[in-house]
């Protein structure tokens, strides 16, 4: 069956194609997160009954204090907001529901969703969700031609499938190489912000640099790794002096390791 599929022109002139999330995904992806909110709001309702009621029993509202309801009203408010912000941003455009569901958020550009658009967005939940059970969010995504709510078409955002190569593979070459070396993606010294810098242009040369990484004879790999550090480098505030070829390349690896789990997916 055909697959409905969006082209998107990254700023760096990188052609990528998507296929946009539709309602089903979307709406399975929710009732995920929404009932692991609600399996959280129900604990803290219970754990905070229990601990107000005193000793007058489970059934006496009288002694309860107002104030620690007041915050716990404010808290659970936060959370229900704050969880889809907060993983949006932080994990790769994806909440637990998402991950589940193969679909994630990004910016129409093709490029990370930023913390301005992924506050937007949650924001603007508040309008998907009138009158009733995100009924006009429901209505925008089945409607519109890429699947997008209020929130998606004020903060430029776009939700699309990952589709990951499942089973059994053949081991890459670059992979065999990163496990000599004994690399692991929590080795990188680089804080999650400041890989958030890097985009789809980024992602393809680290991806070339991978890839032709083993069949370079030694002098063009010292060549091609000292100029890539020296564009890569700046972005995430290291420093390129004083380091030895086998360290840039490591540290190359390391971005190879952690950008591919957002940037590597076919579609």
């Known amino acids: 069956m055909h697959e409905e599929q969006v082209d998107i022109k990254t700023p760096e002139y990188v052609s990528l194609q998507f296929q946009p999330a539709g309602l089903g995904s979307r709406a399975a992806a929710l009732m995920i997160d929404q009932l692991l909110l609600s399996i959280v709001n129900i604990l803290i309702v219970v754990v905070l009954f229990f601990v107000t009621s005193g000793n007058h029993g489970i059934f006496s509202m009288v002694e309860i204090n107002s104030t620690l309801w007041g915050i716990a009203i404010i808290a659970i408010f936060f959370l229900n907001w704050g969880y889809f912000f907060a993983l949006e941003y932080f994990w790769g455009g994806k909440t637990v529901g998402k991950r589940l569901l193969g679909i994630r958020v990004m910016q129409e550009n093709g490029h990370s969703v930023t913390l301005l658009s992924s506050f937007i967005r949650?924001?603007?939940?508040?309008?998907?969700?009138?009158?009733?059970?995100?009924?006009?969010?429901?209505?925008?995504?089945?409607?519109?031609?890429?699947?997008?709510?209020?929130?998606?078409?004020?903060?430029?955002?776009?939700?699309?499938?990952?589709?990951?190569?499942?089973?059994?593979?053949?081991?890459?070459?670059?992979?065999?190489?990163?496990?000599?070396?004994?690399?692991?993606?929590?080795?990188?010294?680089?804080?999650?912000?400041?890989?958030?810098?890097?985009?789809?242009?980024?992602?393809?040369?680290?991806?070339?640099?991978?890839?032709?990484?083993?069949?370079?004879?030694?002098?063009?790999?010292?060549?091609?790794?000292?100029?890539?550090?020296?564009?890569?480098?700046p972005k995430l505030g290291l420093d390129v002096q004083d380091k030895t070829y086998e360290e840039l390349e490591d540290t190359l690896l390391l971005l190879y390791l952690a950008l591919r789990e957002e940037w590597e997916f076919e579609l």
């Open 122 to 233: 949650n924001l603007l939940r508040i309008i998907d969700m009138l009158p009733v059970s995100y009924f006009i969010g429901m209505v925008m995504i089945f409607l519109h031609s890429k699947h997008k709510r209020v929130g998606d078409l004020v903060a430029g955002t776009i939700v699309v499938h990952e589709r990951r190569v499942k089973g059994m593979r053949k081991e890459k070459a670059i992979e065999k190489e990163i496990r000599r070396r004994s690399l692991r993606k929590e080795d990188l010294t680089v804080e999650e912000w400041e890989l958030k810098q890097l985009g789809a242009k980024e992602w393809n040369l680290v991806k070339t640099y991978s890839n032709r990484f083993v069949q370079l004879p030694l002098a063009e790999r010292n060549q091609l790794t000292k100029k890539l550090a020296f564009i890569l480098y």
